[in-house]
DNA sequence: ACCTGAACACCGTTCAAGT
DNA sequence: ACCTGAACACCGTTCAAGT
């Protein structure tokens, strides 16, 4: 986490003064990721971020120019956190499937932080191209030329966005209890049942099915299903370009 | 537009009161898209909107309960702009492209309002509901069960999400000369190469050969691609149902 | 030179006071 | 009964005034 800063526990170089660590970028965004995770994007202000450093507001502005720019590091930061199983000895498939995986998982990890992240990260943020490079490898060695290669990485990538935002705005907010199977299906069921009959038959159908079936099916299974989705067009083109 | 509404021409039924239309619902939220359509999410304030309509900020709470209100009135009023073309004689992938498509022009059509469109569909929005049958219709007909409609339509919806967000953060804001051909690749190439050497060997062989290539690859075209991915992807589990 | 905090120009929303 | 607008409790940020 710091670099070169005094470290907490040892405390050389001088006690901080006032008995309170000189403020620095990296607390800010620490502070700030605090207020985001626990209490939501709505509350972080820059005078609730003076508060939780125990600063005046404006010396905030020190070490980061305007609110934008601390959200923008919050968003940097968690992409930092983003860390990749070794790749050794699996299959192209297998590490497409292990990027896409470790990337929902850094925004499971913020929920309150999944718009900000999916919307900088389409902005192609250095933080989103820092940690690319694995996708378009995988990509490429499972013989894709560049463009394809290109559209693949894109296509995983707008998948992801969109998924990280479905499983965001339909999760708990944290209290009540965990979320039962197939709580999703019986919802969308309700809402179609409530509609003028038969407005949407096939909908009807599929929902009647899934909401009696309560099979454990949670929602990182549906995350994967539509990986297998993917890299099955994926494979697609490769065989495409091969022939 | 409007519906039993006097008619702003017509103006049978009474003059309006004091030289102008009665304040509804539909003005207001007509009133709220011309203003986040031509200067963004960030310039709608309740202030604002009571100035665009001439009157007390104070009256559109008569009519909806909040901003929040506001905002998710917009989002119903744009999907209910979603027309398909007709489906007769098109086999289920060109119904799926077109659906694709339909949808992701909406977002297109209005990109200030896309975060909140991907935000609210995600949460399962009735306005959503309303318009997600043809996709399940097209799916069902592709001879999918109904569990695999259901991942085969999320996954379909995720991606379109994604994509457009990606368009949307990635757009000139309106003013400049139309984006040129390969400008985002060239971007691309252009962050690659500021990067320490060789960070990224697998991207910058990629987007070396994008930037080069002067083709007329502008946005469109990826989206299509990207939806050829996914078709595929789908078609392969229908063979899995049948074999 | 550095930092602070008062002040500015906004917000969304409540609610008492007016008609 | 209906509507208004003053007031409340916030914002992000500027900048003059202090040390």
Redesign the pocket.
Known sequence: MSREEPVRSGRKMGRPRAGQERLNRERILEAALRIVDEEGMEA?????LGAELG?????V??HLP???AVVSGLVEQVFSEMRLPPSGGATWQERVRAWATAYVELARSHPNLVLRIVSDAAAVSDAMLQVSEPLYAALWDAGLPPREAALAAGTVVDFVHGHALSEESSSTPDDAAPVEDSAFERDMLARLEAQPAESFPTMLRVFRVLAEDATDMNRHPVFDGSLDVLLAGIEAMTYDNAG
Chains 1, 2 share one sequence.
Do not use: A, H, I, T
């Open positions: 972080l202000s820059m005078r609730r600063v005046d507001p404006m010396s502005y020190r305007g609110k934008e």
